[in-house]
Nanobody
Framework: QVQLVESGGDSVQAGGSLRLSCAASGRTSNRCMGWFRQAPGKEREGVATIASYGTTTYAGSAKGRFTISKDNAENNLYLEMNSLKPDDTAMYYC?????????????WGQGTQVTVSS
């Protein structure tokens, strides 16, 4: 069983930066981990993933601005977000996958709100 708790969401001005954290209980070093987001009235979308062996992928909207990383020793996942835009406003969720590779998601956190004003 894995439990995920996100933190770090805040209200910022466009162009600002935030670092989201996800604290995991239970072993996640052998799982793909990811960040997703959902804006009001929109479907949840993937933002970034990191496989257990370190391979990362990013949504087009996140490339060049966001960086996903993890600390296996501390069982934490991070999302560094720079050059934030109003379109980045959403609830951000941490997820743990079923396998070392990414594609199937078994566990989700409760989310942390990011609001970007122009």
């Amino acid at each position: 069983q894995v439990q995920l708790v996100e933190s770090g969401g805040d209200s910022v001005q466009a162009g600002g930066s935030l670092r989201l954290s996800c604290a995991a209980s239970g072993r996640t070093s052998n799982r793909c981990m990811g960040w997703f987001r959902q804006a009001p009235g929109k479907e949840r979308e993937g933002v970034a993933t990191i496989a257990s062996y370190g391979t990362t992928t990013y949504a087009g909207s996140a490339k060049g601005r966001f960086t996903i990383s993890k600390d296996n020793a501390e069982n934490n996942l991070y999302l560094e977000m720079n050059s934030l835009k109003p379109d980045d406003t959403a609830m951000y969720y941490c997820a743990a996958g079923r396998f070392s590779w990414c594609g199937t998601w078994d566990y989700w956190g409760q989310g942390t709100q990011v609001t970007v004003s122009s």
